[in-house]
């Protein structure tokens, strides 16, 4: 099997290979990247073989090795090629909502989020499947997407209760039901068809949702009196 050494930026790779440095034909980078997401999300990582994603990909195995080292490899620079754009969306929400009230911020946190789910399902679906498994893998998605974008949802609902916005329930709590709505809303797309009919993968479903989600969250469930 070729070895595969990253020198200075992604698109600089070399290719230790006693035949030849040439990049064999077929899919380029970003279509294996993507095969691997969709390979990922659907089938988990254990269930996942790099002939899956050169099919997937249509791609020849020989391609998949040019670019990435091993499976471990090619999952992590999946997960960067997917959330790399969530985390640059959230900080410019981020900056764009700090000179907010924290309510206002996080009604707009929330959207954005029930957004990126409905618009990036196999992301849920990947994160789905890794929250399952108590792995290296996981540790490695937490700490670099997963907790600093809980983090900046986190201060909001601080500086909310601080200031006595918000009812000062558990972070946890909170949390859970500010993402879990989202995601199971997107994830379980099949369930929801099946019993109500609502295709949740329609963008207008999505932002009706993101409607309820922040109405109920912020004004409650019971009608006014």
Not at 5 to 16: D, E, H, Q
Not at 68 to 74: I, N
Not at 141 to 167: C, M, Q, S, T, W
Request: charged share 20%; glycine share 6%; net charge neutral.
């Amino acid at each position: 099997m070729e070895q595969i050494v990253a020198k200075g930026s992604s698109s600089a790779l070399i290719v230790a290979s006693a035949h030849s440095k040439k990049e064999p034909s077929g899919g380029s980078r970003d279509d294996i990247l993507k095969a691997a997401l969709r390979c990922f999300s659907l089938q988990g990582f254990d269930g996942t073989s790099i002939a899956d994603i050169a099919r997937a990909a249509k791609a020849g195995h020989p391609l998949v090795h040019y670019h990435f080292k091993s499976k471990d490899d090619l999952w992590r620079s999946a997960v960067d090629f997917a959330f790399k754009d969530l985390v640059i969306a959230y900080r410019a929400v981020s900056a764009a909502t700090t000179s907010l009230d924290p309510i206002q911020a996080l009604k707009i946190m929330v959207r954005s989020f029930v957004q990126f789910c409905g618009q990036c399902p196999q992301h849920v679906g990947l994160m789905m499947m890794e929250s399952t498994a108590q792995s290296d893998r996981f540790d490695w998605l937490v700490e670099n997407y997963l907790a600093p974008l809980h983090k900046d949802v986190d201060a909001l609902l601080e500086r909310a209760k601080a200031d006595g916005l918000i009812r000062d329930i558990p972070l946890v709590n909170l949390s859970s039901m500010f993402v879990g709505s989202a995601v199971h809303f997107v994830h379980s797309s099949a369930l929801i068809k099946k019993l109500y009919g609502v295709d949740t993968r329609q963008s207008q479903e999505i932002d009706v949702h993101a409607d309820w989600l922040i109405d109920v969250l912020f004004q409650g469930i019971l009608k006014p009196t």
